[in-house]
């Protein structure tokens, strides 16, 4: 049947390439993650999210845990892995991270984990630049004595170069560098790029849909409800081998990871940053959120920082303002009632910036603490 027609042929000495057929396609050797339903290895993956909704902060925390071998928001990591974080934007943000990730978790200073941080903005398009970053994990593979399994890119922007992003082209050839790079690493290694969603949007990356053609999976955070709240989500919003959904929800908090003096006037001066944390393990959002809404709160605020006898106190409980309670208490009633406001509130207020967390009241000194992330937001409201 087939010498029925004649039909072209390509020349003897081109060799055929290797199929298998339907029957004889079977289930392969089992996925070994390194993060349970998130990184593989081998495999590409994007994660994007809004402006400051904490996409390089939760991806550093899921580097962090697969360095350690920890299990990651009820994520199985099997064993640690080499992971290189390529902090192409504000790496001095990343290290301070890294250092309240070690005091939030307990984590001595000087213990090591398999994972380095490359404080540079290579072109990923530019081989000689990956080149150099390559020659980079080599080092840092010849450190650890193991290989590198997983490198994150933050951020796409700057590692793009001057193309264009919008561009199919550009987009196209960046990605086609991401993955030759990945390869070229090792092609057991997974690569995370960390992006930025679209104007306006929550499910989609931002630029030409090219890249999302030769991911994996692409992950997004979505900011929850008023900002000032603190609710994350991430989810997969398309993925090849996780299941398109929710993954988890986050929050975060501020862990003082030093003090630091002015010169000129002595005063101390903590230095803050923020670890992500499971959002059950977070402040009563609904009360702190009404709270900071409340412009008699901000006054009640102001005057105990105005009236403060010391600042300073325990890095670890976080309490910077000590104020006496009956000069902070007059003091307030003065500036309230000036518009007719404030006695009826005072207990009020006390109590849900006690039950927030935002203030506590220490009995041995008859002094109110306020913490230092309580700043109000105006000098001015009422």
Known sequence: MLDEIERYQPPDDVEPLPFTTFASIKRGVAKKWIIQGFAAPGETYLLSGPPKSNKSTI???????????RDWFGKRVRKPV???YIAAERASTTYDRILAFKKHHGIAADEEAPLVVIDWSPVM??????DRVIATIRQAEAHFEVRCGWIIVDT????????????NVDMGNYAKACVDFRKEVDPEAALSIIHHAGHGAQGRPKGAVDLLGVVDASYIVKVLGDPAERRRELHCHAGNSVEAGKLFDFSFKAVCIAEDVDEETGEVIPAFEIVAIPADASRNFVTEAKAKANPLIETFK?????????????AD???WWHS?????ETAFLELAEAKNKGRN???DIIKKLMESGSMHLHEQSNTYRLKLSEIPHSHSQM
């Open 302 to 314: 102001r005057v105990l920082i105005e009236n403060a006898t010391e600042s300073g106190g325990s």
């Open 125 to 130: 398009t530019d081989t000689g630049d990956r």
């Open 156 to 167: 796409l922007t700057q590692t793009f170069g001057s193309g264009d992003q919008n561009s």
């Open 317 to 319: 409980d976080g309490y």
């Open 82 to 84: 080499l992971v290189v």
């Open 345 to 347: 509130w005072r207990r």
């Open 324 to 328: 006496p309670v009956i000069a902070t």
């Open 59 to 69: 991806e550093l925390d899921a580097a962090i845990h697969a360095a350690f071998g």
